[in-house]
């Protein structure tokens, strides 16, 4: 079961960080990646991090330089801190875990997770 929180309403230029809890198993493995949905839009790529092999991260060109990915394997946790925050940012946003080690191109394919979190809130206002 994965657990998404940190969402909220922030000003444009403002930071959030999302959590992504996992419970039930722990993930030694695999990628955690974040995506997004804004309203009458499709699921996009945010970011993902290899759980494993050195932590590789992947963003999207519309968040590098912005966002950032880590972990905390002791907590079973991944982050996604948000910074210089725009309204095209707003959305909601969820966190997934795929079983593999993936590259980028299968990273930013909603189908290549097996888990998904239910997903929090982000609205950035101008």
């Known amino acids: 079961q994965l657990q998404a929180s940190g969402g909220g309403w922030v000003q444009t230029g403002g930071s959030l960080r999302l959590s992504c809890a996992a419970s039930?198993?722990?993930?030694?493995?695999?990628?955690v990646g974040w995506f997004r949905q804004a309203p009458g839009k499709e699921r996009e790529f945010v970011a993902a991090?290899?759980?494993?092999?050195?932590?590789?991260?992947f963003y999207a060109n519309s968040v590098k330089g912005r966002f950032t990915i880590s972990r905390d394997n002791a907590k079973n946790t991944v982050y996604v801190q948000m910074n210089s925050l725009k309204p095209e940012d707003t959305a909601v946003y969820y966190c997934?875990?795929?079983?593999?080690?993936?590259?980028?191109?299968?990273?930013?394919?909603?189908?290549?997770?097996?888990?998904w979190g239910q997903g929090t809130l982000v609205t950035v206002s101008s």
């Open positions: 997934a875990v795929g079983l593999r080690s993936l590259i980028l191109s299968s990273a930013t394919i909603p189908a290549s997770y097996d888990y």
């Open positions: 039930g198993r722990t993930f030694s493995s695999g990628t």
């Open positions: 991090r290899r759980w494993s092999g050195g932590g590789q991260s």
